[in-house]
């Protein structure tokens, strides 16, 4: 069945540097979401993908899907404290459910 | 109500009981979902309704079963709990397949 990956696990980065996440699909998609979970809350979608090639930004956040529709990325610029949480990417193949990666935890050091 | 909700919050359950957890939503979204989360495994869905009175199954079906009689309400029910069903539990909807998810806050299970 279609699996999502996303690197790295985890990541610690220090207040004003930069961050990036990596979601890598199985299959090809038909689009993509990226959500952010605050430390003991629930996933707040942040934005769709879905042509090939496309990049959106929402003020410090970049997203970019792939050529190909099998990966994504997401990078934040000059990290903030309220950008801890951790962020996951689903992907779903037209037709059917989407399918969530195990998704980054970032953490960021003031 | 805004949005959706879930209950309980929290539950300590003994094994082999039934539990019901509760999901109600009212934006009039036509799909809903139940996922758990488990540490390192992300969200992975358990059953999905795509419109009142239709279900499917998910990822991770075992030992789980759902109703959806009406648009707002979509009730997950654990037959018998197993400790292997301890987990957070998330209820989301969709105005349809293939749009963004809202959750609810959540329900943390565990199972003794």
């Known amino acids: 069945g279609q699996q999502v990956m996303q690197i790295p696990q985890y990541q610690h980065v220090q207040e004003g540097e930069d961050f990036t996440t990596y979601c890598n699909s199985s299959t090809t998609l038909s689009n993509i979401q990226w959500y952010k979970q605050r430390p003991g809350g629930h996933p707040v979608f942040l934005i769709q993908l879905v042509k090939s090639g496309e990049v959106k930004k929402q003020k410090r956040l970049t997203f970019q899907f792939g050529e190909a529709k099998k990966n994504s990325s997401l990078h934040i610029t000059a990290t903030q404290t309220t950008d801890v949480g951790t962020y996951f990417c689903?992907?779903?193949?037209?037709?059917?459910?989407?399918?969530f990666g195990p998704g980054t935890r970032l953490s960021v050091l003031p | 109500i805004a949005g959706i909700t879930q209950a309980p919050t929290s539950q300590i359950l003994a094994a082999g009981r039934r539990m019901t957890l509760r999901c109600t939503q009212d934006m009039r979204h036509n799909a809903m979902y139940w996922y758990r989360q488990d540490l390192g495994l992300g969200l992975r869905l358990i059953h999905y309704s795509n419109t009142a009175g239709t279900t499917g199954k998910g990822e991770v079906p075992d030992g789980y079963s759902v109703s959806r009689a009406n648009t707002d309400d979509f009730p997950l029910t654990l037959a018998s709990a197993v400790p292997s069903q301890t987990s957070v539990y998330f209820c989301a909807s969709s105005v349809g397949t293939g749009n963004e998810q809202f959750f609810g806050p959540g329900t943390r299970l565990t199972v003794l």
């Open positions: 689903a992907g779903r193949v037209y037709g059917q459910n989407f399918v």
